[in-house]
């Protein structure tokens, strides 16, 4: 019998191959479509308020709803990447969002907005967690968080183009308009997805599934000499070796030490995503406030994805030199402090540019780099389900976001005390990222605790 392969090894030793390119970019298109959807709602609040002739703060609740239906779906859908592949689950979320985004161009009040919006939010909830998992799998060790990170600006580039599609296509076709162009792009990307997206070779590893892990080599290492019958296996620690075929129950995710990790992973990006999701709604309605004429004042909303662009595709460089935390705690002060000016530019379309564009680069970078460093916290066999839950949990309470953003619009405070409050969990997730470099961090791979460990990241 011939000696097992290991695909880690392949991975980490041969130059990134076009099938793993491929890879990185349907991830990204993937996460454009995620970003597009996030971000195209609150572009669209002013024109649907005014068609509707809604009161401020009347939207609260829709926001709310398609955040609770995308922390949900983190948790329930997302760890199906576990037991049935990434990418099946992938496909299947990406063609259910194209069903829910052509019947939310069809709705016709506040209840079925709310519903539809927490239904699309289900199922892109596993989205970021599997591409991000997906992604990483295939990655080499040493261009690891680069090649996860730089993938990841695919949500910013998608968030940024609701905007854009929003301001010069809702004036002309309505606001149910972008919602139709929210049915049709799924489409499209779910047959590429099934015509071009790799399983995940490790998942395939565990599932003993070696005629379609030796196709994938022979794409990413060509010259490896495999025989007639190859045999896989992965370096991995315990929870991976000798149990190919079983799947880990959530209750893993807080053995082998690795409870305190977790527990300050969902805080840091609860802390994280309550801004974010308060950000993406009620940014554009809050720019308009300030006095700026409704074209500049959504042009100027859009610093913010320009802002996450940069700082997702510079933290990624950052990760691999100096370390996750090092950069993410920097990132966070760094946020806190863009987004409280926010609040002193005023009616300056520059200096709201230039805030906002910081708070957008601190915000939506550290998001996508935490999705990044989540990957890294567990072993292969229950990967999917720690990135989706830490994603999920978070999701579920930063629907406090939106929640008092609207609460906060409707009672009319200061845009000054908004933005300050907004501010403040920045400067918790800073807190709880110190706390994760002082923690003993689980490694998922033995080649992965060396680096780590001598990067300072133990």
């Known amino acids: 019998m011939t000696e097992p392969i290991n695909v880690v090894e392949i991975i980490d030793n041969h130059k990134i191959s076009w099938l793993q390119i491929r890879v990185a970019l349907l991830g990204a298109i993937t996460l454009m479509l995620d970003g597009f959807d996030n971000q195209m709602i609150g572009y669209v609040a002013p024109a649907l308020k ?12 829709v926001f709310s ?25 992938l496909l299947f979320t990406v063609l259910c969002f194209a069903a829910f ?16 919006r927490f239904g699309i939010g289900l199922m892109l909830g596993s989205v970021i967690p599997l591409v991000v998992v997906l992604c990483n799998e295939y990655a080499p060790l040493r261009h690891r968080a680069k090649m996860v990170t730089i993938m990841t600006c695919g949500y910013a580039v998608g968030a940024a183009s609701g905007g854009f599609l929003s301001i010069h296509i809702v004036p002309r076709f309505g606001w149910a308009s972008v919602f139709y162009v929210g049915a049709v792009l799924p489409l499209l990307l779910g047959f590429a997805l099934l ?18 892990i030796a196709a994938i080599i022979r794409k990413i290492a060509p010259a490896v000499p495999l025989p007639a019958e190859p045999r896989f296996m992965m370096l ?43 950000m993406n709604n009620w940014l554009p309605s809050l720019v308009i406030q300030t006095g700026l004429p409704v ?74 780099t935490l999705g990044a460093l989540s990957a890294t916290l567990y072993p292969t066999r229950i990967r999917a389900t720690g990135s989706s839950w830490a994603f999920g949990v978070a999701r579920l309470l930063s629907v406090v976001g939106p929640f008092l953003g609207g609460r906060m619009i409707g009672s009319h405070w200061p845009l000054s005390t908004i933005f300050y409050c907004a501010a403040a969990p920045m400067l918790l997730a800073m807190f709880a990222v110190l706390l994760m470099m002082c923690s003993r961090q689980p490694p998922s791979t033995r080649q992965e605790a060396r680096i780590q460990t001598s990067r300072g990241l133990s």
């Not at 005014?50 to 609740?61: E, F, I």
């Not at 071009?196 to 565990?206: A, V």
């Not at 300050?264 to 801004?275: A, D, E, I, K």
């Open 65 to 89: 709803a398609g955040v609770f239906g995308v922390g949900l779906g983190s948790i329930v859908i997302g760890p199906f990447g576990d037991r049935f592949g990434r990418v099946k689950t």
């Open 295 to 368: 074209p500049q004042a959504l042009r100027t909303a859009t610093m913010l994805q320009f802002g996450g662009f940069i700082g997702i595709a510079l933290m990624g460089v950052f990760a691999d030199r100096f370390g996750y935390y090092k950069v993410l705690a920097a990132v966070f002060a760094l946020g806190c402090a863009g987004i409280a000016m926010i609040s002193q530019a005023g009616a300056s379309q520059a200096g709201l540019m230039v805030t906002i564009f910081i708070g957008g680069f601190a915000v939506i970078g550290s998001q996508m």
């Open 236 to 278: 991995t620690t315990g929870r991976d070796t000798g149990k190919n075929g079983t799947f880990s129950h959530v209750r893993e995710l807080f053995t082998e030490n690795r409870a305190r990790i977790t527990l300050l992973l969902w805080t840091c990006l609860f802390m994280n995503l309550v801004v974010l999701n308060f």
């Open 101 to 116: 985004s052509l019947l939310l161009a069809q709705a016709t009040t506040i209840s079925e907005l709310a519903v539809l």
């Open 50 to 61: 005014s068609a509707w002739h809604l009161g401020a703060g009347a939207l609260g609740p």
């Open 195 to 212: 015509v071009w997206m790799p399983e995940s070779i490790r998942f395939l590893t565990l599932r003993n599934e070696h005629a379609r």
